[in-house]
């Protein structure tokens, strides 16, 4: 029996959707069939046999796309293997030792039942747009501080758990 797994991301400039890009292709694989879609574009949940959900930080919240989906899909969501991901801090923090999600992430992992959450380092660069994000970046504090290895290793965990669901047909 083949799980199919849903990878959708909450991404405003691109660099959130590189990184579940990553967590699919470690997902892929191992063996699991693995569909990677913007969370704004996911209608139904009835295909998948479990659900990663990441977003890119702003101020503390995850990006509108992947909140709405959290939202929108709870209940679908509460009945599947569910793996949470942010982007977020622009220096290597995340790299050094495990951030724990902000609190509105947090509360989104406990309603669901989130199996796990983990938060990547993020990206800001010229791409970007808004007042802030150029305050941000002319202060000299904008890079890419994503560790795609750590992805990858992130996602090979992800997906051996849902292998054990294979074995034990959960």
């Keep these: 029996m083949t799980h199919a797994v849903l990878v959708a991301y909450g ?12 967590v699919g292709t470690a997902l892929g694989e191992a063996g699991l069939e693995v569909e990677v879609r913007s969370a704004g574009e996911v209608r139904d949940l009835s295909s998948y046999d479990a659900v990663v ?19 929108r899909h709870r209940r ?58 150029r305050m941000i970046l002319r202060s000299g504090k904008g890079g890419d501080f994503r560790d795609f290895d750590a992805v990858s290793k992130w996602a090979s965990g992800v997906a051996r758990e849902v292998a054990s669901f294979r074995e034990t047909g959960d």
């Design 11 to 22: 991404s405003t400039y691109g660099s959130t959707a590189e990184l579940a890009r990553s």
């Design 76 to 133: 679908a969501l509460s009945g599947r293997p569910l793996w949470l991901f942010s982007s977020g801090p622009l220096d290597s923090s995340a790299s050094l030792r495990d951030i724990p999600p902000p609190p509105s992430v947090r509360r989104v992992a406990h309603r669901l039942g989130a199996r796990v959450h983990v938060t990547f380092g993020g990206c800001l660069d010229e791409r970007a747009r808004g007042r802030v994000a």
């Design 53 to 71: 959900l990441g977003g890119a930080l702003y101020a503390g919240r995850w990006q509108r796309d992947a909140r709405r989906f959290a939202r």
